[in-house]
Structure formats: C-alpha cells, structure tokens
C-alpha cells in the first residue's frame, strides 16, 4: 500500500556530488521518520542519515559535513545531498521510512535502493 521510489544514483568523481532522492505514495497518514541507509559489498548496512517529522537530524559520523538530509513533506520526499563524495562512499543506498497508514498502523518501508558510485 505504500511504495517508496529512490533516484538520483550515479557515478561520480571523488569530491563530487549527487543528491538523491526517495519519494513515497501510497495511503499515506504521516511519515514519522526518513532515513538514508546504505550498504557496500561486503559490509553491513550502515545508518547515512535520518530525519524526524520535527526536522531533526542524525548523522553517521563518517558523512557529517558532507551530506545532508532534509525532507519535502508536501512531497512525502526525503532527500540525501552528498558532497565531496569519497570512493569510501560508494554503495547501494537506501531510504527507509516509518509510515503511519491510514488506519493509524505504523509500518516501516524500504526503496529498493540506488547504487552510488564514486571513481576517477
């Protein structure tokens, strides 16, 4: 019932940029929290980014400064600015939101993810 679609994955020169993009649609009350994740072979899926319906933010340590998320909530869209991107972030990354449907259940999504690549 709901349906989250990510853009803005590429490939891109270290000290880049990109900005991705997830957008969600569905019978849609709230969207609580957003969240960038992403996941390199052969490591865990990390934490990039969250964001909470009041606009806080969290960041992993390894992206503050560089990256930064915001949310469109006329859009039910969460964005992921990334600046000065290095090889180590290339991965497949991922959004994930809490929805809260319309019948007031509370479910988590995920995108199927965007690989971003990072290479000279």
């Known amino acids: 019932q709901v349906q989250l679609v990510e853009s803005g994955g590429g490939l891109v020169q270290p000290g880049g940029s990109l900005r991705l993009s997830c957008a969600a649609s569905?019978?849609?009350?709230?969207?609580?929290?957003m969240g960038w994740y992403r996941q390199a072979p052969g490591k865990e899926r990390e934490l990039v980014a969250t964001i909470t319906s009041g606009d806080s933010t969290n960041y992993a340590d390894s992206v503050k400064g560089r990256f930064t998320i915001s949310r469109d909530n006329a859009k039910n869209t969460v964005y992921l600015q990334m600046n000065s991107l290095k090889p180590e972030d290339m991965a497949v990354y991922s959004c994930?939101?809490?929805?809260?449907?319309?019948?007031?259940?509370?479910?988590?999504?995920w995108g199927q993810g965007t690989q971003v690549t990072v290479s000279s």
């Open positions: 569905g019978s849609i009350f709230s969207i609580n929290v």
């Open positions: 994930k939101m809490l929805v809260v449907v319309l019948n007031r259940y509370g479910y988590q999504y």
